[in-house]
Nanobody, 125 residues
Framework: QVQLVESGGGLVQAGGSLRLSCAASGRTFSSYAMGWFRQAPGKEREFVAALRWGDLSTDYADSVKGRFTFSGDNAKNTVNLQMNSLKPEDTAVYYC??????????????????WGQGTQVTVSS
C-alpha cells in the first residue's frame, strides 16, 4: 500500500497560481501511475491530470489543459501539480491518487487504489 499526503492548497484570487504537492511513502512508486482528482461540494469527484512514471507521459482534463502542469520527482517520491491562471470554477478539494495495479493513464477514480486525504483549493473572483 502507498500512503499519500497532499499539501499546498489555499486561497488565491482568480488568475493566480498554486502548486500542490503529493508525497508518497510505503512502497516505492516509481512504476506507478499517479493522478490528481478534485471534488467540489455537491459534485462527483472528477479527473484533473495523470502521469505515468515510465515514460513520464501525462494526460489532462480539457478544463485544465494549458493551465495545469503535472510533474514528478521519482528520487523524492513526490509529484506536483502546478496550477496557473486559476478560475473560481477550479475551487474544490484536490486529491492525489496512485495506481499500483496497471501501467495506464487512468481517468476514472476506480483506476486508482491509493488516495490522499485531500487539500482545499479556493479561488476567489
Amino acid at each position: 500500500q502507498v500512503q499519500l499526503v497532499e499539501s499546498g492548497g489555499g486561497l488565491v484570487q482568480a488568475g493566480g497560481s498554486l502548486r500542490l504537492s503529493c508525497a508518497a511513502s510505503g512502497r516505492t512508486f516509481s512504476s506507478y501511475a499517479m493522478g490528481w482528482f478534485r471534488q467540489a461540494p455537491g459534485k462527483e469527484r472528477e479527473f484533473v491530470a495523470a502521469l505515468r512514471w515510465g515514460d513520464l507521459s501525462t494526460d489532462y482534463a480539457d478544463s485544465v489543459k494549458g493551465r495545469f502542469t503535472f510533474s514528478g520527482d521519482n528520487a523524492k517520491n513526490t509529484v506536483n501539480l502546478q496550477m496557473n491562471s486559476l478560475k473560481p470554477e477550479d475551487t474544490a478539494v484536490y486529491y492525489c491518487a496512485a495506481n499500483t495495479r496497471a501501467y495506464v493513464l487512468g481517468r476514472l477514480p476506480i483506476d486508482y487504489d491509493s488516495w490522499g486525504q485531500g487539500t482545499q483549493v479556493t479561488v476567489s473572483s
